[in-house]
């Protein structure tokens, strides 16, 4: 088995024990292999351990590699997320090559994304990206420019809204990184209250995958626990 495979599987015990001990059924977490900075040959190596579900953040070095594993693979049913920051002159190729973007923060990126995806792709997957920790500095829409974004986003006829997105302030502290994603989960039951027809919640990332499971997180956005530590020469910024 290749280290890769090792790793992959590694964290998926990691995360079926954590499913286990918040009570959760099991098969409600799922797995996105964050990929950025590595190569396709990493991607083709957790393909053939049985991952499907790939994250980029950065736009060139993504549809790179779309384009390579789509090569090699040719029909082999892959995923690719974007869970990067968003500028909104590059919105076209992100509508084009994605399943899913999982950092929507603010309308125009919205709209521009539904005009812009394909009519022969399904409606693209959205969660809107949150900033709990309440800096200025941070991506993401304020837990008060929430609802209204929701509503506008959920209006949009080429996007499905499915969630939230959050990446907490680092934190060692368990308790602490509970406390951050207990705030995502609120906000993302409130929405639900509010009638929005939600089930994803992207949170929880190699350092504290555990916490956001025991808070509820639908997907967990795992890189380094998989690939290895990142080295960001590597990468062609977008
Ligand atoms: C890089 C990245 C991850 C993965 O982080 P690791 O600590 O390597 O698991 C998850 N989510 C986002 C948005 C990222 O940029």
């Known amino acids: 088995m290749s280290?890769?495979?090792h790793k992959l599987q590694a964290v998926d015990e990691t995360i079926q024990a954590a499913i286990k001990a918040s009570g959760r059924a099991p098969g409600t977490v799922q797995l996105l292999a964050v990929s950025k900075t590595f190569p396709a040959g990493a991607v083709l190596e957790a393909v053939a351990a049985g991952q499907r579900a790939f994250g980029e953040n950065y736009l060139q070095e993504g549809i790179d590699k779309i384009a390579a594993v789509g090569a090699a693979l040719p029909g082999e049913a892959i995923e690719w997320h974007f869970i990067g920051p968003i500028q909104s002159n590059k919105t076209r190729p992100i509508a084009a090559s994605f399943a899913w973007v999982h950092t929507v923060e603010r309308l125009k990126i919205a709209q521009r994304l539904s005009e812009q995806r394909p009519d022969d792709l399904p409606p693209l997957n959205i969660c809107l990206?949150?900033?709990i920790s309440g800096e200025a500095s941070k991506s993401g829409a304020t837990p008060e420019e929430l609802p209204e974004l929701a509503r506008q986003v959920a209006a949009l006829s080429?996007?499905?809204?499915?969630g939230l997105m959050a990446i907490p302030e680092p934190e060692t502290d368990v308790s602490k990184q509970r406390a951050a994603f207990a705030?995502?989960?609120m906000l993302f039951d409130q929405l639900?209250?509010?009638g929005f027809d939600l089930d994803t919640l992207s949170m929880g990332m190699s350092a504290d995958l555990e916490a956001a499971i025991a808070e509820g997180a639908?997907?967990?956005r795992v890189g380094s626990a998989i690939f290895g530590a990142r080295n960001y020469d590597n990468k062609d910024k977008a």
């Open 192 to 194: 639900r209250a509010d």
């Open 3 to 5: 280290t890769i495979a």
């Open 129 to 131: 990206q949150v900033n």
């Open 218 to 220: 639908t997907i967990v």
């Open 158 to 162: 080429r996007l499905k809204l499915r």
């Open 183 to 185: 705030r995502v989960r």
